[in-house]
């Protein structure tokens, strides 16, 4: 008759050593997963923030001949804002508007605006910062066009910038420029 072999102590320790690096590899990846989800998500709301904002600003310059140059002229400015002094997150900022109760405007500094992604009931508020999922800083600008022979009262195209996470000094955020072609279909002459 055989008799069985059993395992010995040896072996049943490098089983184990085998399965804990294996582990352990595999819960080395959760970090960076996790860190590239958070990123993704960052990136979906900084797109979906300046697209509201490019387009709105489309749909407001497009209504009539008067509208297009009140925003070129009042609005937007013709360069990138620079928002590099933006430090007081809270203050300083004018509300929101009911058309985009998350992207408030920078008081007496045209084309700056903050968004917020906010996680709760209620109003959003900038100063309720242990709710607030992402916040970035916009700039909106507009310059004209490369079709020549064509003035900034027939097209221009408009740029949104974000840049996030707004807690970081502006050299660490990540930075995304978004742009936009806009005709206007009430042009005069």
Avoid at 64 to 81: E, H, M, Q, R, Y
Avoid at 123 to 130: C, D, K
Avoid at 166 to 183: G, N
């Amino acid at each position: 008759m055989r008799t069985k072999h059993c395992f010995n102590m040896v072996e049943i320790m490098l089983a184990l050593g085998v399965c804990a690096i294996g582990v352990c590899s595999i819960m080395v990846l959760f970090p960076v997963g996790s860190t590239a989800t958070r990123d993704a998500a960052m990136e979906t709301y900084a797109a979906h923030a300046a697209d509201q904002m490019l387009h709105f600003m489309k749909y407001s310059m497009q209504l009539d001949n008067s509208t297009w140059k009140n925003v070129i002229t009042t609005k937007l400015p013709a360069a990138k804002p620079d928002s590099s002094s933006v430090v007081d997150l809270v203050s300083g900022w004018d509300s929101a508007s009911s058309d985009f109760p998350t992207i408030f405007p920078k008081s007496g500094t045209p084309g700056v605006y903050q968004i917020i992604s906010w996680r709760g009931s209620g109003t959003p508020s900038l100063s309720t910062s242990g709710q607030i999922e992402f916040r970035a800083i916009m700039n909106v600008w507009y310059e004209s066009t490369q079709l020549t022979g064509v003035d900034q009262y027939f097209a221009v195209r408009l740029n949104a910038e974000v840049c996030w996470p707004a807690e970081l000094p502006p050299a660490s955020r990540q930075r995304v420029t978004y742009s936009l072609e806009v005709f206007n279909p009430n042009y005069l002459n």
